[in-house]
């Protein structure tokens, strides 16, 4: 009986000893990212490359941009 005792204590300190190197070494790498985020994108139009570019390509050639509604 104090054997059974003994092995599920040597065994209950391998686990522990186990699942602390992982959680150390998870910490040691820095917090995972959220996946429920989607990712950020342009929170305006002065932040989107793509529309900064464009407008700097008609402002170039001249072109006016069509008014909304005209289709």
Do not use: K
């Amino acid at each position: 009986m104090i054997r059974f005792v003994l092995y599920l204590l040597v065994l209950a300190a391998v686990l522990y000893c186990f699942f602390w190197a992982i959680d150390r070494r998870a910490s040691a790498r820095g917090p995972e990212p959220t996946r429920t985020a989607p990712p950020r994108g342009p929170l305006g139009p002065d932040d989107d490359e793509g529309f900064l570019r464009d407008l700097d390509r008609r402002r170039t050639r001249g072109d006016r941009p069509e008014p909304p509604g005209d289709s």
